[in-house]
């Protein structure tokens, strides 16, 4: 589907805002460049002053967002005995030595901390595009509608058999497992047996996330936005222009923090040992928060004319908006067996107000009557979004991960583009 939309704004789409009609009867700068042969109508920005007809743009944009979820601790090394196990006649098994003979609840293992929800690595660009399409009226006034989508960007991290530091296995390995407190669950989530084939015991170490071999993380965002505006001339000079804006937000944040656990059995052939992952022995948790914000949006811009000669237009561009969005906001949490035989779910949803105010800066060229380059840098700021505390819930009974607001969310970067005026 988000596909579809990119292909056809893209279809849409051939340029930034640019020049007007013809020059007045009493020419200023606004009117043409300066060569008297060729002139380039102005000005340079969005508000188009002379005549009267469609644009479209294009811009290639590339943002920063500020990776919002809690460090919450997921494992630690070592895993818990929940049956217990028999001691052996004559001293310890060769199959599993090192965990006989320990009552039901015993813990074997360093408890090191070994997974966080923020071990994600630094943050990072995310790329995408704006799109806009918008007519302009004889008397000054136009009016735009502007997608701005994002195509994601996802970070991950993992903990394995190998601590920090190269610290030892333990007696019997147990360092080299990997155990999340993960309760409340039924037989489908047991997992297979970590250790060789014993004749005394089964599986001492009930659950998938009890004694694993591998966990990994990942963390994806999204942001898509939607202005529907109109331009409206305030005040003029030779060489600059204010304008005021109103109209209509949508704005979209999307979230999902994803934990992916393997438990595999251990096989031997009496001489080596191996893991083997089985169609039960993989699970997966996702937490995903999805909100859209819609509301009123007001503001200003105002534009400077640089240079109006030899080789086109330069300009400046700063606008300055405000809206308040209405954050419906809808949370999933779900815990599901990688081979899809069984799951675990809750879904719920809230309202919340947020706050925005958008500031861009732009500098523009036009080489040629119609056409436009624009290069600029834009802050957009969220006020009272959610976000993922603790992005995981242990309580597969009642999940129900704990969610907070947040005071401030930047979103930042940069937008190069070109166009076209019909």
Known sequence: MRNRWIITGLLVAAGLLTGAGPAAAQPTAWDQSGNEENPVPLPIGTYQHDGSGWYTATEFIILNMKREVGPQLIAIRGFSLTTGTPQFPGGASPLTPGIEGFPPGTFLGSREEALRSDQLGRTSWNPGTRLTLGYRLDNGWNFSVSWLHTFGVKYSGQAGLQGPNFAGPGGSGENTFLFAPVYNFDYLWVGQNPFPPNPFFVNPTSGIWNAATS???????????????????????????????????????????????????????????????????????????SQRMYGPMVGSGHEVNLYSGTGGAFGAQFECTGALLVDIAKFRAKYEREDKVTQAKRARSDVAIVPNIDLSFNLTWQPIDGLQ???????????????????VAFNMGALDPPYDSKLWRPIRGWNFGVGYTW
């Open 215 to 289: 966990m990994t993380i990942a963390f994806t965002q999204r942001f898509d936005n939607w202005d529907l505006a109109g331009r409206f001339p305030v005040f003029e000079t030779e060489n600059s222009r204010s304008y005021a804006i109103a109209g209509g937000r949508f704005s979209w944040l999307w979230e999902r923090f994803q934990w992916r656990t393997v438990k595999p059995s251990q096989t031997t052939d009496g001489i080596s040992f191996q893991f083997v992952e089985t169609p039960d022995s993989a699970a997966t948790y996702s937490n995903l928060i």
């Open 373 to 391: 380059f624009r290069a600029g840098y834009n802050l957009f700021n969220y006020f009272n979004t959610y976000y993922m505390k603790d992005p």
